[in-house]
Structures are given as C-alpha cells and as structure tokens.
T-cell receptor, first 113, second 116 residues
Framework: AQSVAQPEDQVNVAEGNPLTVKCTYS??????LFWYVQYPNRGLQFLLK??????LVKGSYGFEAEFNKSQTSFHLKKPSALVSDSALYFC???????????FGKGNQVVVIP | EAGVAQSPRYKIIEKRQSVAFWCNPI?????LYWYQQILGQGPKLLIQ????????DSQLPKDRFSAERLKGVDSTLKIQPAKLEDSAVYLC??????????????FGNGTRLTVT
C-alpha cells in the first residue's frame, strides 16, 4: 500500500530564509506526487504535482519541489519564505494505475517575521 | 469562480445520534469527493462520485456512513449512528477530471464534527 511520511511536525523559519518541507514516499512502481497547502480557516489548495519528466517542478506562490527517485523523496522548497506562507502543508502520493490520494499527516510551517 | 461550499461549518452531537453534511461543488465539476480528516492526520478518502455514480467507496464504513449525489451536483454525507471516533473534519472536494493526476482537487472549508 502507498504511504507518505512527513517526518517533522513543525518547521520554523525566519522570513526571507529558504523554506524546505520534507516528504518521503513508499509505493509500488512509479509515483504521482502532490503538494497541497491549507491556510488557516481555508480549504486545502493545490500547489504542484510531479507526474513525469523534469524532476524539478514549479508551482504556485513561488514553491517548487524536486522528485528524487533514489531517495524516494519529494521535498517542497521556496527560496525566500514569507510570513503569509505560514500554513499546514500536505504531501500526497498515488501510484501509477491508482486514483486514490494518500496524504501525509501534514507539516505546520511557521514563518517568523 | 465560486469555491466548494459546505455546511454546516461545525456540528456537535452525542454518540448514537445521526448527522448529515452538505456539499455543493464548483459548477461544472463532475467529480466529487468526501474525505475524513482526523486531528493530526492527513485527509482520508471516504467516497468518490463521477456525476451521480460512485467510483470508489472502498474506504467508506458502510454500516454507518452513507452518501448520495442524486442529481450529479450537490451531495450529502450521513452518519448514523455516530461514534466517538467519528469526530473529525469532513472535507468535500471537486475536480474537473475523474483522474486525480489530470486536474487538481478543490476543497471546501470542511465541517468539523464533534461526537460527545
């Protein structure tokens, strides 16, 4: 069965510093990978996805993520964090041939002014 | 465009009572999902509809949960009878395409259910 691990409960970063949110996955075969973000009192919003092709994918709000097959990782990154990036970030995976998203438990990101 | 609408926003019930949640997806989105998000966990799929047909309900506890989307637009999710472990946020999402890889899910704000 597919699964996603987001090892850190909370990520604290100073405004202007690089932001990284970690995600590792476990699936049979090649994965489709996603990042969603949940701002306070808002529904989850799609950030980006990896389906195939270039391992570095770019998404909304200046975020990007790199697919690393050998490390089974899909870490989310942003070069310079904003206070408005403070939110709950979810990594999700589905294996090829499946259509059911398996979400990680989420990482709370706190950007300190 | 208007987002996914859900109601109520909050609900508190006693165990063994019944409860229903309502969802109105984004106009034109044929695919609708219900997810359960328990505190500290990621969302878990309960059921997926394509128009008014069920695509995937393998993770729906059918002894107490039911869902319908009779006219292929609005949907309701019902729990009867509720248990303490049903306390969670119930999320509705919709998308243009039935395949998750093809189009992103748009989520509503959710209904927070507390069972006492």
């Amino acid at each position: 069965a597919q699964s996603v691990a987001q090892p850190e409960d909370q990520v604290n970063v100073a405004e202007g510093n690089p932001l990284t949110v970690k995600c590792t996955y476990s699936v049979s075969g090649n994965p489709y990978l996603f990042w969603y973000v949940q701002y306070p009192n808002r529904g989850l919003q799609f950030l980006l996805k990896y389906i195939t092709g270039d391992n570095l994918v770019k998404g909304s709000y200046g975020f990007e993520a790199e697919f690393n097959k050998s490390q089974t990782s899909f870490h989310l990154k942003k070069p310079s964090a904003l206070v408005s990036d403070s939110a709950l970030y979810f990594c999700a995976v589905i294996p090829h041939g499946n259509n059911r998203l398996a979400f990680g438990k989420g990482n709370q990101v706190v950007v300190i002014p | 465009e208007a987002g996914v609408a859900q109601s109520p926003r909050y609900k508190i019930i006693e165990k063994r009572q019944s409860v229903a949640f309502w969802c109105n997806p984004i106009s034109g989105h044929a695919t609708l999902y219900w997810y359960q998000q328990i505190l500290g966990q990621g969302p878990k799929l309960l059921i997926q509809f394509q128009n008014n047909g069920v695509v995937d309900d393998s993770q729906l506890p059918k002894d107490r949960f039911s869902a319908e989307r009779l006219k292929g637009v609005d949907s309701t999710l019902k729990i009867q009878p509720a248990k303490l472990e049903d306390s969670a946020v119930y999320l509705c999402a919709s998308s243009l395409d039935r395949l998750v890889m093809n189009s992103p899910l748009h989520f509503g704000n959710g209904t927070r259910l507390t069972v006492t």
